[in-house]
Each structure stands twice: as C-alpha cells, then as structure tokens.
C-alpha cells in the first residue's frame, strides 16, 4: 500500500507538471513492483489520470494557463478515441501499439531536444477565425505570453489518436497532446500543459466507467493510488507556476525517452 501511495505521489507531480496525466509512472510501478496484472494496473491508471486532472485542473484554471477553447475543441476527438480505444481494449492486446507509441515518443524526444527555446510573445494576441487565441502571466518569468494556436484539423487528428492511446495503456493521452500543441499548434508549453491537464480527466473518465463495470479495477489498488495521484499533482501544479518554460522542456524530453524505452520493452 505504501509502495503504491509513494508511486502515485511521483506520478501526480509528473502529471501535472507536464499535462500527461501521471499514468507513464504510475503503470510500470503496479506492473513491475506489484505484479499487478496490466489490464487492471491501465484501469487504475485511469482512476489516477482523473485525480490529476481534477486537482492541477483547479490551480491552472486560477491562473488562467488552461486555453478552454482550443480544450473543447480537442476533446471533441479524444472522447471519440476513449471510446474506441475502450472497444480494443477488451477486444486486442495492445503488443503492436505499444511498440509504434514507444518509437513515436523517441521520436518526439528527438524533436523536442533539437527544437531551439520558443520565443516569448508580449502584447494582445491577434483573434483568430476560431477564438482559441490566449494569453497568460508567466510567473516564473513575470511576463505575459500571447499566443494564437494554429494547425487546429492536425491537432483535432492527433487528439483522436490520444484518446485510442489513453484507452489502451492508461497513460492519460498528454504524451501525444502536449507535444503536437507545442511543436505544431503554436501553443507555449506551460499552457500546453496545463490544456492537456484539463482534458485528460474527460478522457479517462469514459474508459474508467467501462472499465469500472467490466470489473478491471481493484478498490484496493484504487484507493491509495488516487489519493497519493491527488496529493503530487497539488505539489505539481504549484512547482508548474515556478519553473521555466526550458527546464520543463528538459524533464518532457527525459520523460519522453524513459518511456518510449519503457513501451518498447513491454512490446518485445
């Protein structure tokens, strides 16, 4: 229990910080410490993508890092894909999935690392056809950031393919959505983040409930993981208005690596 409680306070500090939702952490511990069978680890995963969602959602939202707009928009597709990766899941093994989602976080890795510091835009946003434009004060920097996100049909695409992934392998669906918002959408990381971080709980909370009544989770794993998920993504979302924008850059990249070895392994 204990083991489970300290596994679920990482990956809430990590899932808030970056939007991911915790579940990259969260599923290897059940699975490789506890010997929890996987399909039961991703239901539980799930329970904690929601706590992370609930609890950093309410200090990003304060703060006004959270675009709402460009959220509902991209949720639109991730539901979709939740409630196709949830047919799969009972239906598939997620061996082949797993395998082309570890080399996609390589890949993106590799991106990420070579893409130079974005810029900081200062001043009033220019209002775009769609209305997701925003603006937020960077309070590790005391600047305020403007943007006007682009691409919107790229992301609405790679939304849906989160929602299969998050389904799947109960890892939130951010690993895919913080880095197409910030390498394609013309989104700032931290506002990224905090995006991903709302619409993770709307995901996880379809493929929870059929996972729920097809009897995937375990009250006994659930209870400490969602408590110790809700105090890290507290601890997150505080040390999310701290640090810069490049060291949360630095941790993406590193955390994108770790597991796209993680999944690689787990496919081979």
Known sequence: ???????????????????????????????????????????????????????????????????????????????????????????????????????????????LSRRPPEPVAQGVAVEDANGASACYVDHATGKTVCYTPTRMAVGWVFSLLAGIISALLGVGGGLIKVPVMNLLMNVPLKAAAATSSFMIGITGSVSAAIYLLHGYVDPMLAAPSVLGVMTGAHLGAVLSRRLRSRVLRNVLIVLLAVSAIRMVWRAL
Not at 80 to 106: D, E, K
Request: glycine content about 10%; hydrophobic content about 60%; charged content about 5%.
């Open 1 to 111: 229990m204990l083991t489970i409680f300290l596994a679920s306070v990482l990956a809430g500090i990590l899932g808030a910080l970056l939007g991911l939702g915790g579940g990259i952490i969260l599923v290897p511990a059940l699975v490789l410490l506890l010997h929890v069978p996987e399909k039961a680890a991703v239901a539980t995963s799930l329970l904690g993508v929601i706590a992370t969602s609930v609890t950093a959602s309410t200090s990003h939202l304060r703060h006004r890092y959270t675009n709402i707009r460009l959220a509902m928009w991209l949720e639109s597709a991730t539901v979709l894909g939740a409630l196709v990766g949830s047919i799969l899941f009972r239906l598939l093994s997620p061996r082949w999935l797993a395998l082309l989602f570890g080399l996609l976080q390589g890949y993106v890795a590799w991106t």
